[in-house]
Nanobody, 127 residues
Framework: HVQLVESGGGLVQGGESLTPSCAAT??????????MAWFRQAPGKAREGVAA?????GQRYADSVKGRFTISLDNTKLNLQMNDLKPEDTAMYYC??????????????????????WGQGTQVTVS
């Protein structure tokens, strides 16, 4: 069974950067994915898909983070480079494996994680 473990969140000021990462642990031999993604959820707000990367390449981003966030995959580690952070980016950030996504062009319009295929989250707070 593969587990996803996020890290690298923190407290920063507006305009600063953070790079949370997500490591896949456990039995990763032969583990394959069609899509890996990050989503976030702030208290009292709906879950929001932030960025997704599909097998074979190709990234999709929520319009709210385009030009500021970059998703990348290094072996079994999923990274999210977040630049020019804003207070509205404050949320718990989760990585997800093989979520259901809705895309249009380069935009990530929606994301539904699969049960058991996301991590415990890492908190990002922007003051």
């Amino acid at each position: 069974h593969v587990q996803l473990v996020e890290s690298g969140g923190g407290l920063v000021q507006g305009g600063e950067s953070l790079t949370p990462s997500c490591a896949a642990t456990g039995n990763t031999i032969g583990w394959q994915f069609d899509c890996m993604a990050w989503f976030r959820q702030a208290p009292g707000k709906a879950r929001e898909g932030v960025a997704a990367i599909v097998s074979g390449g190709g990234q999709r981003y929520a319009d709210s983070v385009k030009g500021r966030f970059t998703i990348s995959l290094d072996n079994t580690k999923l990274n999210l480079q977040m630049n020019d952070l804003k207070p509205e980016d404050t949320a718990m950030y989760y990585c997800a494996a093989n979520p259901d996504v809705v895309v249009a062009g380069t935009s990530l319009l929606g994301l539904t994680p699969r049960s058991g295929y996301w991590g415990q989250g890492t908190q990002v707070t922007v003051s």
